[in-house]
């Protein structure tokens, strides 16, 4: 179905989680540079794999520049935020893009979720009743082996600066005792 037949069918057959839903494909199409008339929207689609069925949330179809059919999917979520990455997980390597859309707060999180979404290439949304917005875009293909080392030093460089504000902090203790 298109957009427009999607909002209406999306109007009959919401759950909480797709509240947001026709709000999160626009600011995905509009990440991706993609004419959001021209894609096919498949809500809670199932595929067979060797694997056995594998249900999305939503998928939607688009040709790129070249002409080539492209996947992008979507994961819902309002809890369970590790559910949703593990799920991603699984339902990556069947589509070129994958994003998991989530309700804040999303500083309750840890950050080997954000990693392990880095390292597969999984975007993420955040949104609540009045709007939607990607914190970051979903990769092409799985990241290869310098943005992995990207992440890993992203991730140390954070721990590093939390190691070293805490010297710091204890360095002006030592010095209050003698001063």
């Not at 209406?8 to 999160?24: C, H, Q, R, T």
């Not at 249900?55 to 939607?60: H, P, R, V």
């Not at 179809?61 to 492209?70: H, M, P, S, V």
């Not at 992203?154 to 203790?173: G, I, N, P, T």
């Amino acid at each position: 179905m298109n957009f427009q037949e999607y909002k209406k069918w999306w109007e009959e057959n919401k759950n909480y989680e797709e509240e947001m839903a026709p709000v999160i494909i626009e600011e995905i199409c509009k990440m991706h540079e993609i004419d959001i008339d021209k894609v096919q929207i498949y809500p809670r689609k199932v595929i067979n794999t060797e694997n056995g069925r594998i249900e999305f949330d939503l998928l939607i179809k688009y040709q790129d520049g070249w002409k080539r059919e492209k996947l992008i999917a979507i994961e819902f979520k309002e809890e369970n935020f590790r559910k949703a990455i593990h799920q991603a997980v699984i339902r990556r390597e069947y589509v070129d893009y994958i994003y998991v859309a989530v309700i804040p707060p999303i500083l309750s999180y840890e950050y080997a979720d954000f990693f392990v979404m880095l390292c597969y290439g999984i975007g993420l949304v955040v949104w609540n009743c009045e709007n939607a917005m990607i914190i970051f875009k979903s990769a092409y293909q799985y990241p290869s082996e310098y943005r992995i080392k990207e992440v890993i030093g992203k991730l140390s460089a954070v721990m590093v600066q939390k190691v070293l504000s805490e010297l710091e902090k204890e360095k002006y203790k030592t010095l209050e005792k003698f001063g």
